[in-house]
């Protein structure tokens, strides 16, 4: 390996919008990141499927393209590490070649057999086990659901994967998952291992045989593959650590916990990630089989999650109606376009003006409630509301979300750590502050998934001792100042949070009703960004 001083660990990133491979040195700062937009298709019946091959030749690109960025990345990495959207079935079969395109987190197709599977007398063993609430968005919902009108494709598979994983076979040519995803859905998150009652909960037994190995990418590496190495211009050989989920990777590298400090943290990207990070032996389990335990790469702590559906899903969605009409007056826009508009039309609107439910995503609702007929709506509209008021009420929607899904999982937290993009936005953070009553701390790291990671690798192949050391050095001096909420816009915000709940509770009947929503159209996400 290179001497320390130039030594470099890549963190692979590929999520739901975008794949990025950032370079760090061994003491976290970030060098460069090279990316390129990810592609996933959406169909008619809740269908959300991506191209396998293509997630592995945009991940090949990213590194080539980083190497163009940074004279001898080969030789000056140290280690490579991989995260990736969570959730979701990528299966491959024979050769390690896919079997057909992998089924996304955003895939609603198996909303009946969760349905059924949540009204069975299973469902509460499985939940007090897992401590994860079942959704559409998860492997085992999903395989079940294969398993349930197309047993061919379960047959035809040899190993389930999820996007990180897919990932990690291509580079290391290993089989493999990590505690985070194993435990989510098929494990106990305290044992951080498969358990066989789950798995017959779901009535998976007979594909049993799917799973792979766990693999701990904090304590374990793989050598990059001859392959691979062809492929991405880098060192065959070099030590490769699978990272956990990016939630969570997300959360390690945005703060959620520092040395001896249990915090909260939310991310707030193209799904809204609100967490606590506890001990597994303090969880709170509660009795709407809700949520998600996620296990960090530290020996036994939890993120306790909630997560709602969709966050900048929402934002994407109203100002992709502002550019539909400037394009139909015939002065052609992009939402992005309209982004530096936003915090103007924060300005100029009133507060708790009008009820929002952020519940755009085809796949509805999975935190704090779960119910895939949930839908978006504004409520209380009249004719003196304007567009700003829209964008207003989408964003005050984000933090009655987040102040739901914190409600759930006990007391508010004291100190909110918050990473994704959209938490740039002072507008954006003072509201969330406000709405959920609690102050908030920008993370000051860009890329907090890819990172998360790549300390995983750093500790792996010692470049610290634990990982408590590490994140005394890559995480603790990035976080930002705590952000106060001004008092009276909570109170304000507190008694609008009341008639949110009261709404969203009253509306379940109305999208129960309506069990066939109008098909969206074909578009891809590169659409959705436009």
Known sequence: MTNRQDALIIGIDSGTSVVKAVAFSLDGEQIAVASRPNRYTLAHDGVAT??????????????????????????????????????????????????????????????????????????????????????????GAQLAHMQRVGPERLASAETALHCK?????????????????????????????????????????????????????????????????????????????????????TGLGAGVYTRGEPAACTVTGSTGIHMKAVRAENFVLNDANTGYAIVLPVPGLVA??????????????????AAEIAIAVGAPHQAADFVPRIEGWLASSQPARLLYHPYISEAGERGPFINAAARASFIGLSHGHHFADLVRAVVEGLGMAARDCYGAMGAIPTDIR??????????????????????VRLSGRDEAGAAGAAMMAAVAIGAFASMDDCLDVWVKPRLGVLERPDPALCALYGAHFETYRHAREGLEPVWNALTVPPSPPAWNNERLRA
């Open 50 to 139: 991506q191209d396998m091959n293509q997630t592995w030749a945009d991940c090949v690109a990213v590194l080539r393209r980083l190497a163009e960025m940074i004279p001898d990345l080969a030789g000056r990495t140290a280690a490579i590490a991989v995260t990736g959207q969570g959730d979701g079935t990528w299966l491959v079969g024979r050769d390690n070649q896919p079997v057909g395109e992998a089924w996304l987190w955003l895939d609603a197709r198996a909303s009946g057999t969760v349905r059924d599977l949540r009204s069975g007398p299973a469902e509460r063993a499985r939940y007090v086990t897992t401590g994860t609430g079942l959704s559409t968005c998860q492997q």
């Open 165 to 249: 994983d897919w990932l990690f076979l291509n580079l290391t040519a290993v089989r493999a998952t990590d505690p985070s995803e194993a435990s989510l859905t098929f494990g106990d998150f305290r044992t951080r291992l498969y358990d066989d009652n789950v798995i017959e909960a779901l009535g998976l037994r007979g594909s049993r045989r799917l799973l792979p190995p766990i693999v701990d990418g904090a304590c374990e590496t793989f050598p990059l593959s001859s392959d691979a190495a062809a492929a991405t211009g880098l060192r065959a050989g070099t030590p490769v650590s699978l990272g956990f989920m990016d939630i969570v990777s």
């Open 304 to 321: 306790q999650i909630q997560s709602n559906m969709a966050a900048t899903l929402n934002i994407d969605w109203v100002l992709g109606l």
């Open 418 to 439: 918050l990473s994704g993009g959209a938490t740039r936005s002072p507008g954006l953070r003072g509201i969330l502050s406000a709405v959920v009553g609690a102050p």
